[in-house]
């Protein structure tokens, strides 16, 4: 683990006065602290044991959200307060990962603005509202989960489907592409990633006809360096019939085969967003990012085929953006049940019970996918996180009762993992839906659901904390929840993990047994993944509570900050 | 009809931040002044239109009201007077026309609210996930407002889509086949009651 609190406890007294000095209007230069310092591909690569910082949306390149402090721990933590709430500008839908850099917080909100705060206080540094465009098409909200950061630039996708890189120290945009056609459907809310010189994002889009991709940008000029298509010309396949549990999926191939040969690949319009951030595995020099549904969502008559790489795991060359391997895990989708939880890089046990490099991915099926990052091939796959019914009933006019309904399982929310007790933690929605199906011809950038997924308001909607052994694929232990979870997790060497839910709770459980050891009443729902921070030695936790759109939880503009009482 | 010159300047010049471009001649004789009455006469001289039926554009999204007329002029949304009067217009018209209406103010329409509307709405709104894309209903690009909107225009629309009537958002038609008219009706009236911003 670094120690970077005396080197930033030396900047306050030195560089950070030039630093307050080049800032704009907006920086007080008695809120700073930190240097603001550059950000270092070594700082980032090592960002897994890094105690004081929070650096990567999802903590890491491994995106493990597994933070290496433990002074705030199982023994304490009922002792935890909040240190400092800041509220934004906007009150909606909030899903960022607070990134932190020497006691600076970089955190975004809906329509794309971004705050850079003090990290003792709260206090505001400096503000940037994204100039938006007059088109944007997106789907689920007005969401953004936050920036990326590298040497003295902050990175942010946008709405109207635009990466911008901002200083640093001012917030002032430094430049700006323009990614794909918003009119076309394609915006951005996932948090980039940046390696070395480039910059990675994805895209949203699989719900209006789409062809994704995930792309490279140059840090310094935005300009691109190379572009993978999620969706490949020959999106045709194997014609699998069986999901990767080995499930039926009741796929009529000679319809499918007399329809290809009728109107032809639909690659160009066939979806495959990629709405969380990639592994990154710089030993390999390979990422790993998972692809969303094809579209139209429910109505696979005008889709022939599998829809590759829909639904998958896909890993591609760091350096050129070439094809490696993929997975795929429901073939022709027609539930929306796709691949959107960001995938995690640690080592597993293989079939024999030897250590591997393994992949970790939390399906909206409620099963935790356990892969060989050599080739992709699935080791193994849990115990249903959440209720199975049905499956897979296809959709039908009058719709059809399936469950998990379409949001899963588990969401975007990203999991976390605690190495030690080999264990990942996921959080899950159980929501009664019917699916239904309505073929539509392509809209030019409207929804293209091909129908609806309909939540069934007789039924109880709840959710869970779900622990699962990786290595065995068993459950460990489980927690309900009054509501459906959306948002994401954050496990600490402290033996905890933290999550939020749609009534407001914050909540701290004990890591190995899943006992609840902690709670707050954050006024608004807790839907974003929380980090955790060092500064000055004292360790914090922090999470946004700004409500959920997509599943209607009540809206707020809180950043939260939670360290020990004295 | 045709202003004489003097008063187009002088309505081009009061109007300068909503009218960005010369109009084109798609149509014949476009001239803004003119269309933007034309759709005043229905939609209302102070934003307010003259028939519950139809709706508010003032204010309404610049993208949402471009690409409706291109819809209505297109044939994928139909409507006896909208789908002659859009039809003859090209991209460019269409766009100023969106620009002009959407820089105006939201009019401020009485609230229509009956007890039990919230509780039956937001049943509605949780089965259709409304507000996955309507978000706080107050409208972003090519999502109309419908805070604040004319209750009947509402109405009209939820049973248009369930009845596969209209068909330009074709998704609809199914969301909005599960809902009862008590339902739609509660609906209409409780985004009334939520405030614009």
Redesign the interface.
């Known amino acids: 683990m670094f120690n970077r609190s005396a080197t930033a406890a030396l900047c306050v007294a030195a560089t950070c006065v030039s630093g307050a000095a080049n800032a704009q209007e907006e920086t007080s230069a008695s809120t700073l602290y930190g240097d603001l310092q550059s950000v270092t591909q070594n700082m980032l690569s090592r960002a897994a044991g890094d105690g004081n910082n929070f650096l990567h949306t999802n903590g890491n390149y491994e995106q493990t959200r597994y933070y290496p402090a433990s002074q705030i721990n199982t023994g304490n933590v009922k002792n935890l307060r909040p240190a400092w709430i800041f509220q934004t500008e906007i009150v909606?839908?909030m899903e960022t990962s607070p990134i932190v850099v020497n006691g600076i917080m970089y955190v975004t909100t809906a329509f794309n603005h971004v705050y850079a705060l003090d990290a003792r206080t709260g206090k505001q540094i400096w503000h940037h509202k994204h100039a938006m465009g007059?088109?944007?098409?997106y789907?689920?909200?007005?969401n953004n989960r936050g920036v990326a950061v590298s040497g003295d630039k902050v990175f942010m996708g946008t709405l109207d489907a635009k990466l911008v890189a901002l200083d640093a120290k001012t917030g002032k945009q430094l430049w700006e592409t323009q990614i794909a056609e918003?009119e076309l459907g394609y915006s951005e809310t996932m948090a980039p990633s940046v390696v070395e010189n480039m910059v990675l994002i994805g895209t949203n889009g699989g719900e209006y006809g789409i062809r994704g991709f995930v792309k490279a940008f140059d840090t310094e000029t935005g300009e691109e360096i190379w572009t993978f298509h999620t969706i490949p010309e020959d999106s045709v396949g194997v014609w699998a019939t069986h999901d990767a549990t080995g499930r039926d999926m009741l796929r009529d191939i000679e319809a499918e085969k007399a329809a290809l040969a009728e109107m032809g690949d639909p690659y160009e319009t066939l979806g495959g967003g990629v709405w969380q951030n990639p592994a990154v595995d710089l030993d390999t020099r390979r990422i790993y990012f998972v692809v969303g549904n094809p579209s139209p969502d429910l109505d696979g008559s005008l889709r022939p085929g599998d829809n590759l790489y829909t639904d998958s795991l896909v890993a591609v060359d760091l350096d050129t953006g070439e094809y490696v391997c993929h997975f795929q895990y429901i073939a022709h989708d027609v539930w929306d049940l796709d691949a959107v939880s960001p995938p995690i890089i640690t080592t597993v046990a293989d079939a024999g019970g030897n250590d591997v490099k393994g992949v970790l991915h939390a399906g909206k099926t409620g099963h935790v996918y356990v892969h060989n990052a050599e080739d992709c091939s699935m080791i193994r796959f849990s115990e249903a996180m959440v209720p199975q019914e049905n499956m897979w009933v296809l959709p039908t006019a009058e719709?059809a009762r399936m469950l998990p309904g379409a949001n899963g399982g588990v969401e975007w929310s990203p999991m976390a993992i605690d190495p030690n007790h080999r264990l990942s933690y996921a959080i899950n929605l159980h929501q009664p839906m019917t699916y239904?199906v309505?073929s539509?011809p392509y809209?030019e950038?409207?929804?293209?659901?091909?129908?609806?997924?309909?939540?069934?308001?007789e039924e109880e909607q709840w959710g869970n904390v779900t622990a699962v052994d990786y290595d065995t694929g068993d459950i460990a232990w489980q927690v309900r929840t009054a509501e459906p979870m959306i948002g994401g997790i954050l496990a600490t060497a402290g033996g905890l993990v933290f999550t939020g839910e749609g009534n407001g709770l914050f909540k701290a459980f004990d890591s190995s047994n899943g006992a609840e050891l902690w709670r707050f009443q954050a006024g608004a729902g807790v839907n974003a993944p929380p980090s955790s921070y060092t500064v000055e030695g004292q360790q914090y936790v922090v999470v946004a509570a700004g409500g959920n759109?997509?599943l209607?939880f009540k809206?707020g503009n809180n950043i939260i900050a939670f360290t020990l009482a004295d | 009809m045709r202003l004489p010159f003097v008063t187009l300047a002088w309505t081009l010049a009061a109007l300068a931040p909503t009218l960005s471009a010369t109009p084109s001649i798609a149509k014949d004789d476009f001239v803004l002044e003119d269309e933007v009455a034309l759709c005043m006469s229905c939609h209302g001289e102070d934003g307010i239109p003259i028939e519950p039926e139809y709706p508010v554009i003032w204010g309404q999204e610049?993208?949402y009201i471009y690409?409706q007329l291109r819809d209505y002029g297109a044939g994928r949304r139909e409507n006896d007077t909208m789908s002659a009067i859009a039809a003859e217009y090209d991209r460019d018209q269409a766009k100023l026309l969106a620009e002009h209406f959407a820089a105006l103010p939201w009019p401020e329409l009485p609230v229509v609210y009956q007890e039990g509307d919230q509780q039956l709405a937001e049943?509605g709104?949780?089965?259709?996930?409304?507000?996955?894309?309507h978000?706080?209903w107050q409208g972003?690009?090519?999502i109309p407002r419908i805070a604040g909107q004319q209750p009947h225009y509402l109405s009209q629309t939820m049973h248009d889509f369930k009845n596969d009537v209209r068909?330009?958002?074709?998704?609809l038609?199914?969301?909005m086949?599960?809902l009862d008219d008590e339902t739609i009706a509660a609906l209409s009236r409780y985004f009334t009651t939520i405030n614009v911003q």
């Open positions: 909606d839908t007059p088109v944007t098409t789907c689920c909200g007005p918003a719709g239904t309505k539509t809209p950038g409207k929804l293209w659901l091909g129908g609806s997924f309909d939540v069934i308001p759109a997509q209607n809206r | 610049y993208f690409t049943k709104i949780t089965r259709g996930q409304c507000s996955a894309c978000g706080k972003d690009s090519r068909m330009n958002a074709p998704d038609n199914s969301t086949k599960q």
